[in-house]
């Protein structure tokens, strides 16, 4: 299983800002899925750079974006994985938030969306340490179901 995290951030792009994350994003997703490999990206938030970022790992099974997903007006994530994505995937995007109301009402604010480019998953998850792990959490008992449904296997 393929895994990559994007960090969307335009001071930790720079290096003003560290990166906490996407290695947060990783850490989580190598402690519960047995054999994972994890890539990771920083790029800031400008949609050609998120969608170039996309495509250097397109062969993953699964890209997880964290970061700009908010209102703001450089928050461009959800923009640049439409633009990527050949299919929605919505039902990602909404467990994503509904876990994420239990922890804050906060969650109301993003923006993040989910979809399929081939057969590889995109998931946006808001920027801030706790979302990041709190997505790779939810997410890591999905993926591999995931992976399985996008190859024709069905329902284990």
Same mark, same amino acid.
């Given at each position: 299983?393929?895994?990559? /995290?994007?960090?969307?951030?335009?001071?930790?792009?720079?290096?003003?800002?560290?990166?906490?994350?996407?290695?947060?994003?990783?850490?989580?997703?190598?402690?519960?899925?047995?054999? /994972?490999?994890?890539?990771?990206?920083?790029?800031?938030? @400008?949609?050609?750079?998120?969608?170039?970022?996309?495509?250097?790992?397109?062969?993953?099974?699964?890209?997880?974006?964290?970061?700009?997903?908010?209102?703001?007006?450089?928050?461009?994530?959800?923009?640049?994985?439409?633009?990527?994505?050949?299919?929605?995937?919505?039902?990602?995007? @909404?467990?994503?938030?509904?876990?994420?109301?239990?922890?804050?009402?906060?969650?109301?604010?993003?923006?993040? /969306?989910?979809?399929?480019?081939?057969?590889?998953?995109?998931?946006?998850?808001?920027?801030?340490?706790?979302?990041?792990?709190?997505?790779?959490?939810?997410?890591?008992?999905?993926?591999? =179901?995931?992976?399985?449904?996008?190859?024709?296997?069905? =329902?284990?």
């Amino acid at each position: 299983m393929k895994v990559a /995290v994007i960090t969307v951030s335009d001071r930790a792009s720079r290096g003003e800002y560290e990166d906490l994350s996407g290695p947060e994003m990783e850490r989580v997703f190598r402690d519960l899925v047995p054999g /994972v490999e994890v890539e990771r990206a920083v790029v800031p938030d @400008e949609a050609d750079a998120i969608v170039a970022a996309l495509g250097r790992f397109a062969s993953c099974d699964w890209i997880f974006t964290t970061g700009g997903t908010g209102p703001a007006p450089r928050d461009v994530t959800p923009e640049a994985t439409l633009a990527f994505v050949d299919r929605t995937a919505p039902g990602l995007a @909404e467990f994503l938030r509904l876990e994420s109301l239990k922890e804050t009402p906060n969650a109301v604010f993003s923006r993040g /969306v989910a979809g399929l480019r081939g057969a590889t998953y995109v998931v946006n998850a808001p920027g801030s340490l706790k979302a990041a792990r709190l997505c790779a959490r939810v997410f890591s008992p999905l993926l591999e =179901h995931g992976v399985a449904m996008t190859r024709g296997e069905g =329902h284990r």
